[in-house]
């Protein structure tokens, strides 16, 4: 099997609000969507400190602050912006296409 890259839809972009954030899955992952100003992010849903969804965390412009632990990422980089975890938050380039949100994610089907 070989290990891929490709872009999947995830959803509409009229599916995530302004400054608002959902989940979706794809491919068995927890995928977390992010609009922020009409600028869509996708983030792993795990919070890299304990592992718990960042879902139930919350936004403050491009900064997610988790609901556990108050860890706070940089929604663009990952980077972590606070001491509760060095760890950086995995993230996923974003494209959209006629409306349709794509995102980049391992795939190991062969083609
Ligand atoms: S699990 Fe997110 S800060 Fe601890």
Known sequence: MIELRKFVKIAEINHVLKN???VFIVKNKE????NVDG???ALDNKCPHMGYPLFFGKLEGSTIICGFHNAKFN???GQPL????D???KTFPVKIKKA???IEIE????H
């Open 20 to 22: 608002q954030m959902q």
């Open 31 to 34: 995928i977390l969507l992010v």
């Open 39 to 41: 600028e869509f992010y």
């Open 75 to 77: 929604i663009k980089t």
């Open 82 to 85: 606070a001491s509760v975890t």
């Open 87 to 89: 760890k950086p938050l």
């Open 100 to 102: 349709a949100i794509y």
């Open 107 to 110: 795939s190991s089907e062969q």
